[in-house]
Protein backbone atom coordinates (compact mmCIF):
# COMPACT_ATOMS: atom_id res chain seq x y z
CA UNK A 1 0.00 0.00 0.00
CA UNK A 2 1.29 3.66 -0.84
CA UNK A 3 -0.16 6.42 0.54
CA UNK A 4 0.20 9.80 -1.93
CA UNK A 5 -0.35 13.44 0.03
CA UNK A 6 -0.80 16.56 -1.82
CA UNK A 7 -2.03 19.68 -1.28
CA UNK A 8 0.57 21.65 1.14
CA UNK A 9 1.98 24.76 0.80
CA UNK A 10 2.42 28.68 1.71
CA UNK A 11 -0.71 30.82 3.06
CA UNK A 12 -1.64 33.77 4.97
CA UNK A 13 -3.29 33.42 8.38
CA UNK A 14 -7.53 33.08 8.16
CA UNK A 15 -6.40 31.53 3.99
CA UNK A 16 -7.83 27.80 3.64
CA UNK A 17 -6.17 24.97 2.21
CA UNK A 18 -7.27 21.15 0.91
CA UNK A 19 -4.91 18.09 1.60
CA UNK A 20 -5.70 14.97 -0.68
CA UNK A 21 -4.09 11.47 0.37
CA UNK A 22 -4.65 8.66 -2.09
CA UNK A 23 -3.65 5.35 -1.50
CA UNK A 24 -2.49 2.49 -3.89
CA UNK A 25 -2.07 -1.23 -4.37
CA UNK A 26 -3.62 -4.37 -4.58
CA UNK A 27 -6.12 -5.56 -2.25
CA UNK A 28 -6.83 -2.86 -0.80
CA UNK A 29 -8.86 -3.39 2.57
CA UNK A 30 -8.59 -0.14 4.50
CA UNK A 31 -10.92 1.21 7.31
CA UNK A 32 -9.67 4.52 8.67
CA UNK A 33 -7.77 7.12 7.68
CA UNK A 34 -6.00 9.92 9.15
CA UNK A 35 -4.16 12.65 8.95
CA UNK A 36 -1.68 14.05 11.68
CA UNK A 37 0.79 16.72 11.96
CA UNK A 38 4.25 17.78 13.47
CA UNK A 39 5.55 20.86 13.76
CA UNK A 40 9.36 21.22 14.70
CA UNK A 41 10.50 19.86 17.73
CA UNK A 42 7.33 18.51 18.53
CA UNK A 43 5.49 14.73 18.45
CA UNK A 44 3.51 13.91 15.64
CA UNK A 45 0.04 14.68 16.97
CA UNK A 46 -3.58 13.31 15.39
CA UNK A 47 -5.24 16.07 13.31
CA UNK A 48 -8.25 13.52 12.66
CA UNK A 49 -9.50 10.87 11.96
CA UNK A 50 -12.57 9.19 9.70
CA UNK A 51 -13.97 5.82 9.76
CA UNK A 52 -14.85 4.10 6.77
CA UNK A 53 -18.43 4.81 7.28
CA UNK A 54 -17.55 8.72 7.94
CA UNK A 55 -17.57 8.96 11.62
CA UNK A 56 -15.02 11.52 12.48
CA UNK A 57 -12.49 12.51 15.46
CA UNK A 58 -10.83 15.62 15.58
CA UNK A 59 -8.12 17.06 18.07
CA UNK A 60 -10.13 20.03 19.90
CA UNK A 61 -7.50 22.40 18.36
CA UNK A 62 -8.84 22.03 14.87
CA UNK A 63 -12.24 21.46 15.68
CA UNK A 64 -14.98 23.79 13.45
CA UNK A 65 -12.13 25.01 11.13
CA UNK A 66 -10.98 21.59 9.74
CA UNK A 67 -12.88 18.93 8.21
CA UNK A 68 -12.11 15.21 7.05
CA UNK A 69 -14.05 13.44 4.90
CA UNK A 70 -13.40 10.15 2.40
CA UNK A 71 -13.97 8.75 -0.53
CA UNK A 72 -14.15 5.37 -0.50
CA UNK A 73 -14.58 4.36 -4.17
CA UNK A 74 -10.89 6.39 -4.65
CA UNK A 75 -9.56 5.44 -1.38
CA UNK A 76 -8.85 8.69 -0.57
CA UNK A 77 -8.88 11.33 2.38
CA UNK A 78 -9.42 15.16 1.97
CA UNK A 79 -8.67 17.13 4.61
CA UNK A 80 -10.31 20.59 4.18
CA UNK A 81 -8.14 23.58 6.43
CA UNK A 82 -10.23 26.68 7.06
CA UNK A 83 -9.12 29.85 9.14
CA UNK A 84 -5.87 28.81 9.23
CA UNK A 85 -3.29 30.10 12.18
CA UNK A 86 0.11 30.26 12.01
CA UNK A 87 0.47 27.41 14.76
CA UNK A 88 -1.16 24.94 12.23
CA UNK A 89 2.69 24.91 10.35
CA UNK A 90 3.87 21.62 10.31
CA UNK A 91 4.23 18.53 7.85
CA UNK A 92 0.81 17.08 7.55
CA UNK A 93 0.90 13.32 7.46
CA UNK A 94 -2.08 10.96 6.42
CA UNK A 95 -2.12 7.46 7.75
CA UNK A 96 -4.27 4.13 6.64
CA UNK A 97 -5.21 1.42 8.35
CA UNK A 98 -5.80 -1.82 6.60
CA UNK A 99 -7.66 -4.46 8.68
CA UNK A 100 -7.12 -7.07 6.93
CA UNK A 101 -2.84 -6.95 7.35
CA UNK A 102 -3.19 -5.14 10.47
CA UNK A 103 -1.13 -2.69 10.08
CA UNK A 104 -0.39 0.98 9.41
CA UNK A 105 0.55 3.01 6.77
CA UNK A 106 1.58 6.11 6.25
CA UNK A 107 2.07 8.84 3.40
CA UNK A 108 5.06 10.90 2.85
CA UNK A 109 3.96 14.02 4.11
CA UNK A 110 2.66 17.92 2.52
CA UNK A 111 4.25 20.73 4.50
CA UNK A 112 1.99 23.34 5.46
CA UNK A 113 3.05 26.84 6.16
CA UNK A 114 0.77 29.81 7.53
CA UNK A 115 2.34 33.25 7.59
CA UNK A 116 0.60 35.55 9.97
Known amino acids: VQLQASGGGLVQAGGSLRLSCAASGSGLSITSFGWYRQAPGTMRDLVAD???????NYADSVKGRFTISRDNAKNTVYLQMDSLKPEDTAVYYC???????????WGQGTLVTVSS
Open 50 to 56: ISRRGAA
Open 95 to 105: KAYDFLLMTDY
